[in-house]
């Protein structure tokens, strides 16, 4: 069954936003049947902010550095999310390690995406590691969070090609090519009301979706 109105979603960023954008555009676009209440960065003063303002969202900073506490901050973070009745939490781009408290609050309406094809490479420097290792494919995932860093059920995967001259920042290119994509694609399912989260499987149209997610994306050069 597809929600009558659209779906209220709050977007957490730490930097450029590029993520956001996306969001922005395709709603804009009308084929995403959401709206961004709200946009909040644990930063000051960075990209992601100014593209929210100038899409009329409110933007607000919530600097982890003011708490004493991963605990405290979350708590903090999660009273200022629920003010705005999100039913969907998008991380696009938040560099933060969440409790679980937190996590599991959000469990099955919170959505990330991470730049890697996901159980690889977890955590930070991904495409500098897949480099390193010597992949002939990368790529990125959008999954469902869960207390586990980068673990929750995947919704979706893009392939990319990696190639002979590559560096972190050409691969790193032309993985977000794909994010833009994909990101989008996932909130749009969620909105739909074709995406969800049950005993720890994602669902795409009720049927549970395979270990990486769907999959897309070509790792052809
Ligand atoms: C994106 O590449 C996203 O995959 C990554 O941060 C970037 C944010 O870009 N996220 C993570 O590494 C999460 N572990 P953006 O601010 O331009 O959307």
Do not use: C
Request: glycine fraction near 8%.
């Amino acid at each position: 069954m597809s929600p009558t109105h659209p779906l209220r979603v709050v977007v957490l960023i730490s930097g450029s936003g590029s993520n956001l954008q996306a969001l922005i555009d395709g709603q804009k676009r009308g084929e995403l049947p959401i709206e961004i209440v709200a946009v909040i960065s644990n930063r000051a003063a960075v990209r992601g902010l100014l593209r929210a303002e100038h899409a009329g969202i409110p933007a607000l900073v919530l600097d982890h550095t003011r708490y004493e506490s991963r605990e405290d901050f979350d708590k903090a973070l999660q009273a200022q999310i629920d003010e705005f009745r999100p039913e969907l939490v998008v991380l696009a781009g938040f560099m933060r390690i969440l409790t679980s408290d937190f996590a599991s609050h959000y469990e099955g309406r919170m959505l990330n995406i991470h730049p890697s094809l996901l159980p690889k490479y977890q955590g930070l420097h991904t495409h500098q590691r897949a480099l390193e290792a010597g992949e002939t494919e990368h790529g990125v995932t959008v999954h469902f969070v869960t207390p586990e860093l980068d673990g929750g059920p995947p919704v979706i995967q893009a392939r990319v090609p990696v190639l002979e001259n590559d560096d972190a920042e050409t691969l790193a290119a032309r993985v977000q090519q794909q994010e833009h994509v994909i990101y989008p694609l996932a909130v749009e399912w969620f909105a739909r009301g074709r995406l969800r989260m049950k005993s720890g499987k994602a669902l795409l149209d009720n049927e549970p979706l395979g270990p990486q997610g769907y999959l897309t994306g070509t790792a052809q050069p």
